[in-house]
């Protein structure tokens, strides 16, 4: 501040109030204190702070009166908000409820027991397994006992052939005995169409030949021949039954199916066997008429697989009309016997095919065809289905 003069500023010095007038502060301390004393609203904030400052006190007493017993387990049951939380050893205990003696009330195990409790599921899986175990090895032995195959022929045809069949003086797969009809229900000719009942005397051969079908090391040559007289038009004529002869030769489901035999059709020299077609007549002449059927038959002292010309049209019951599978069945069953296999075997399981050496013509059943043969070991309850090839699944 600038002087009257205007020489320049002059200091204006302030005393405080309590140190230049005591007697001034003294008052100004007394007029406040009764101010505050007099003020309803600052006396309720005080009090109001007072319990509050008493009631934290109070807290923090029993915090620290739990904190000195064990920090982790507060009167509450549960943790206080600034302690880390526990898992009990037993969750569903409650504090204050008795625990049951577990031990007390458990009942003393069996072997049985202990076993189930140890292994779980798999002590009842593992009893199921051995009784599977046991059913399928059961039923192995009983389908190798029952020739549970379809194969019809063993894994070495030489070991059931006569390769000697040749030297034969009489016919091989005729029925060795008189059999009463009733006994073969299924061996009666079906109707059909009409057939020559006797041809006239002699045969003839069918022109053709083929080539060498199969791999077998053991060729076999054959003619298709037809005896003199049959009326063409019943059979379908020659070049026709030609042509199935070879075509059932020269089927891998045929003999040549296991790589054993082999063959080949010629129309001049002397053959190894001859296909023929024959009259009942004839066919009686051959292979005899033990019983009042038709049949067919190998005739080995004139190397002739003989045809039945009755069967060839007609066929037989077991095939229920598919007159082309039991031609089939005809071809493969009487050069079976050509080729060695003498024997006729029986249904071996079941609902399987029937081997192509089963006397098919008169039934697929055993009860029927063992009335040929009684002494056949075989069960007499097998039926089997009809099959007409020596290796069907070829």
Request: proline fraction near 8%; aromatic fraction near 6%.
């Amino acid at each position: 501040m600038t002087g009257a003069g205007g020489s320049g500023p002059t200091e204006t010095r302030r005393t405080p109030r309590d140190t230049a007038d005591p007697e001034r502060t003294r008052r100004t301390a007394g007029s406040d204190r009764k101010r505050r004393s007099t003020d309803p609203d600052q006396t309720s904030r005080t009090v109001d702070r007072a319990r509050r400052a008493a009631r934290r006190a109070a807290e923090a007493d029993a915090h620290l009166a739990n904190q000195e017993t064990d920090v982790h387990r507060p009167v509450s049951g549960r943790p206080a908000p600034d302690q880390p939380l526990r898992a009990r050893w037993d969750p569903i205990d409650e504090p204050g409820r008795p625990r049951a003696d577990r031990a007390k009330d458990r009942k003393k195990q069996s072997a049985v027991g202990r076993f189930v409790t140890t292994y779980g599921w798999r002590a009842y899986a593992i009893p199921v397994l051995v009784v599977l175990t046991i059913v399928m090895i059961v039923l192995t032995v009983q389908s190798h006992q029952d020739g549970g195959s379809d194969r019809v022929v063993d894994s070495d045809p030489d070991a059931v052939r006569n390769t000697n069949v040749r030297d034969q003086t009489t016919a091989i797969g005729a029925p060795p005995k008189s059999v009463p009809l009733e006994q073969l229900p299924a061996g009666v000719l079906p109707a059909g169409g009409p057939f020559t009942e006797k041809g006239a005397a002699g045969y003839h051969v069918v022109p053709g030949t083929t080539t060498r079908v199969g791999t077998g090391g053991q060729e076999y040559t054959y003619t298709v021949e037809v005896e003199n007289g049959l009326a063409s038009g019943d059979f379908g004529g020659d070049p026709t039954f030609a042509k199935l002869i070879d075509t059932t030769l020269a089927n891998p489901k045929s003999w040549i199916g296991d790589g054993t035999v082999s063959f080949r059709r010629i129309d001049n020299g002397e053959p190894d066997f001859r296909v023929t077609l024959t009259s009942p007549d004839t066919t009686r002449q051959l292979c005899g008429y033990e019983i009042k059927l038709e049949t067919s038959c190998y005739y080995p002292p004139e190397s002739r697989v003989t045809l039945n010309e009755a069967r060839w049209v007609r066929g037989a019951t077991s095939y229920q009309g598919d007159d082309l599978g039991y031609r089939q069945y005809l071809i493969n069953h009487e050069i079976g016997h050509a080729i060695g296999f003498e024997a006729h075997e029986p249904c071996k399981m079941n609902g399987s095919m029937a081997p192509i050496m089963m006397q098919q013509t008169f039934g697929t059943a055993n009860s029927e065809i063992m009335a040929l043969d009684p002494d056949m070991k075989a069960n007499r309850d097998y039926v089997c289905n009809p099959n007409p090839w020596p290796f069907p699944e070829r």
